[in-house]
């Protein structure tokens, strides 16, 4: 299987930043895609920004201009930058992967990490 550990999260005051990362461990991974998702409580999981094997990129209308997502393909990490952090930003962040690894045939594979807590203070 494909594992994932996120690391980064923590508390911030409203306008600070903190950055996330990803990073996927298995045999032979090639990803379609890599993202992260947030949950507050009582709320439904929802997209924060995705990054395609294609490097098509998408965000939340929420973060846009705010949030940015990298890859470093070298490390199988995926990185969210978040600037002008707002109380309603505060969830639990879940890296997702999405691809197939295997070293003599394929398997597909959707992976999420255990998440890391963001709590942004007014």
């Known amino acids: 299987q494909v594992h994932l550990v996120e690391s980064g999260g923590g508390l911030v005051q409203a306008g600070g930043s903190l950055r996330l990362s990803c990073v996927a461990s298995?045999?032979?991974?090639?990803?379609?895609?890599m993202g992260w998702y947030r949950q507050a409580p009582g709320r439904e999981r929802q997209l924060v920004a995705a990054i395609t094997n294609g490097g098509t990129i998408n965000y939340a209308d929420s973060v846009k201009g705010r949030f940015t997502i990298s890859r470093d393909n070298a490390k199988n990490s995926v990185n969210l930058q978040m600037n002008s952090l707002k109380p309603e930003d505060t969830a639990l962040y879940y890296c997702n992967a999405e691809g197939t690894y295997g070293q003599f045939y394929r398997r597909d594979f959707d992976s999420w990490g255990q998440g890391t807590q963001v709590t942004v203070s007014s």
């Open positions: 298995g045999i032979g991974i090639s990803f379609n895609s």
